[in-house]
């Protein structure tokens, strides 16, 4: 049997990440294989906003940076539903200077944001927060930042760091960010990596302290790679139904922390062969439960894993996912809910969530305006029918062609 090849589109975070440093580089950037979905989206009109300029043809996308970060120095920037423009922009433009209005969705509005603030605050910018919560929306007034050293609470996101990491060439001095209590941290390692491609280091003194001299962005031509998290769907859903499925060009160098959901999937009994060019997944007879995991590192896939569990001959329980209580949804409870409408014993905690076997019932299964509970759930539904979303659109945060991709590898008859 040969595997199926999967199309699994760009990378977010890296398609996101490659903007704002192309932003801040010296000339043209290409970049080739960009996510194209509502959050890619979201970040480009926000820097075309900031009077960057960002050329969209269907496989590559084109970035003027100034050497500087943008040109404009007021304006509104909009964020959406997406929480790295909302995370990796306001500290570039505090480092450029000007007054700038940042808002986003409602369900933007309600994620946190106050560590960025008071780390910016304590470089120097104002930021006066109008709405209800202390984040989104709020006004962010800087003559530039002129660098030093900022403790930044980082155990709600690491996604703070990254900005300030991404921002801290264009500083006078250097920056040195101490992050302790660290969450998500693959994603910092992938920021650093991304920075060194566009010619800027960071050193690391403590694995908590990490340090950027004012410098220089070298434009580049950015291959952007298939999305991990994303990838875990398809994978998830060889598991599932027995069959081979391969991801090309997501290989054992990826920076993408969440590759590593495939030793989940091992765990589970899957057969996993990966090269420096591909990761092929190919499904078990039965899925193995009776097993703990920490998904703290990788948390975008833990639900891709929980909407599976009750699959699994014995319980499967996943630590270490608090954080994931503070994104699109409360995911923690999210998973679960949906899980009991199934008819699956789930036990939760602040940071964990235990699921047992079962035989799942069809349910409607309520999204929550959340692009990875539509996918975790749509992969349960290959093996149980009658499973509806309530909110099926809501892909396009990530994905938009994901209904359609999952219907062409697992129609019925392959
Ligand atoms: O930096 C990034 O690109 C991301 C970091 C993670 O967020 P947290 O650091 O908030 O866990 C992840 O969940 C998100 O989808 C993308
Ligand atoms: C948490 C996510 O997104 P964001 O970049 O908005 O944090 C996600 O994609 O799962």
Sequence with gaps: MSAIRARVPGSKSLTNRALAIAAMADGVTELDNPLVSDDTTAFADALVALGVSVERQARRWTVTGSGAGPRVRSGRVWCEDAGTAARFLPPMVAAVGGVFDFDGTDQLRARPLHPLIDALRALGATVEPSGDGGGLPFRLVSDGLAGGEVVLASGTSSQYLSGLLMA?????????????????????????????????????????????????????????????????????????????????????????????????????????????????????????????????????????????????????RITGVGHARLKESDRIDAVAQNLVACGVPVRTGPDWIEISPTDPSPALIHCRRDHRIAMSFSVLGLRVSGLLLDDPACVSKTFPGFHDELARLFADGR
């Design 168 to 316: 801290g060439p264009l500083l006078s001095n250097p920056l040195t960010v101490v992050a302790p209590d660290l969450v998500s941290r693959p994603y910092v390692d992938m920021t650093i990596a991304v920075m060194a491609r566009f010619g800027v280091q960071v050193t690391e003194a403590r694995p908590d302290r990490f340090t950027v001299d004012p410098g220089r962005y070298t434009r580049t031509r950015y291959l952007v790679e298939p999305d991990a998290s994303t990838a875990s769907y398809v994978l998830a859903a060889a598991a599932v139904t027995g069959k081979e499925v391969s991801v090309d060009g997501l290989g054992s160098a990826s920076p993408q922390g969440d590759r590593r959901f495939v030793d989940v999937l091992s765990q589970l009994g899957a057969t996993v062969t990966a090269d420096r060019d591909r990761v092929t997944v190919r499904g078990p007879r039965h899925l193995r439960g009776g097993f703990e995991v920490d998904m703290g590192s990788i948390s975008d896939t833990f639900m891709t894993l929980a909407a599976i569990a009750p699959l699994a001959d014995a319980p499967i």
